[in-house]
């Protein structure tokens, strides 16, 4: 995080997560889209009542205390490769995203990112940077893991290059540092610091630690070696919930928050409001300045 001993590895640059959300430690909700066109479970489900979708799922974020959110399609499992992505997935992320912001943003377009899986981090800017977002959310930045869609490489070398040519260099990149759902053999010999260094040497502006899987969370130990190595912003990207909060919060510089808070404890639930409300509640108490 920005006040690590660590030396550094890329030129110092603005804190991402105080630019974006306004504070220095942020509770972001991630929105769970439905089925999207192309996807094996879509229906033909118009874009807009997949934008109303999107909008009351954010509202129940916002209107009970968290800075930003995040919209994700994570109901188009399984997930295809990086570059296999069709255009209706950029066209519709970028449509839904844009209504999300247009609607509950109240003009702080940065709170809320965009994040396409699996690793599609092209995709992502391209959606993002068309919807006025502020930020991508990129499983794989640096070095290479097995995950269930095979072989998954580092995009920061291609995903920039395209940031710069269509001129969406405003937007930052939320790298995950060990991403969840996948084995890191290919790098295991090679410590989490180093891997850490990695991620920043490759111009992410914010880290990500998770757990394991989806709703799993990420190991304190692994936050704090990922916040001693490096001088970027650090936040949770997965297993947030009331309970661990107060113990994770402070170790980090924020946290993306969704299946605690859904009424059925699973990605696929709606937002409860009562329970971000509850999560919020205990981040306020860790030392949060929540809206």
Same mark, same amino acid.
């Given at each position: 995080?920005?006040?690590? =001993?660590?030396? %550094? ?6 804190? /991402?997560?105080?630019?974006? !959300?306004?504070?220095? @430690? ?17 229906? %033909? ?10 909008? *009351? ?21 399984? !997930?295809? @490769?990086?570059? *296999? ?6 066209? =519709? ?14 003009? &702080? ?14 995709? =992502?800017?391209?959606? +993002? ?7 991508? &959310? ?16 580092? &995009? ?12 969406? @260099? $405003?937007?930052?990149?939320? +790298?995950?540092?060990?991403? @969840? ?20 040497? !490759? ?11 989806? %709703? ?16 970027? $912003?650090?936040?949770? %990207? ?47 108490? /860790? ?5």
């Amino acid at each position: 995080m920005a006040e690590s =001993s660590g030396l %550094g590895v890329f030129p110092p640059k603005p804190n /991402a997560i105080k630019e974006l !959300f306004g504070t220095g @430690k942020a509770v972001i909700g991630a929105v769970h889209l439905p089925p999207l066109p192309g996807s094996p479970h879509y229906e %033909g489900v118009p874009l807009d009542e997949i934008s109303v979708f999107a909008i *009351e799922e954010a509202r129940g974020y916002l209107e009970n205390g968290c800075h930003g959110v995040i919209v994700e399609n994570h109901w188009d499992i399984p !997930f295809p @490769k990086p570059g *296999e992505h069709g255009y209706e997935t950029a066209a =519709s992320m970028a449509v839904v995203t844009q209504r999300v912001r247009a609607a509950l943003a109240e003009g &702080r377009s940065g709170s809320v990112g965009v994040s396409v899986l699996s690793n599609a981090a092209e995709c =992502s800017i391209a959606s +993002a940077w068309a919807a006025g977002a502020g930020w991508v &959310r990129v499983n794989q930045w640096a070095n290479a893991y097995v995950a269930n869609e095979g072989i998954i490489e580092g &995009r920061a070398a291609t995903a920039t290059r395209y940031r710069s040519r269509i001129g969406a @260099k $405003p937007v930052k990149v939320f +790298a995950d540092v060990h991403v @969840k759902h996948g084995s890191h053999s290919i790098v295991a010999d090679r410590s989490l610091a180093e891997q850490t260094e990695d991620a920043e040497f !490759f111009d992410a502006d914010v880290l990500i630690a998770t757990g394991s899987r989806t %709703g799993d969370a990420a190991a304190i130990d692994e936050v704090r070696g990922i916040a001693s190595s490096t001088v970027l $912003p650090v936040i949770i %990207g997965s297993g947030i919930s009331a309970a661990n909060i107060g113990t994770l919060l402070p170790a980090c510089d924020g946290v993306i928050v969704a299946s605690s808070v859904k009424d059925n404890g699973r990605w696929w639930g709606r937002v409860d409001p009562a329970k971000v409300r509850e999560l919020t509640a205990a981040a306020r108490a /860790a030392g949060a300045e929540l809206p």
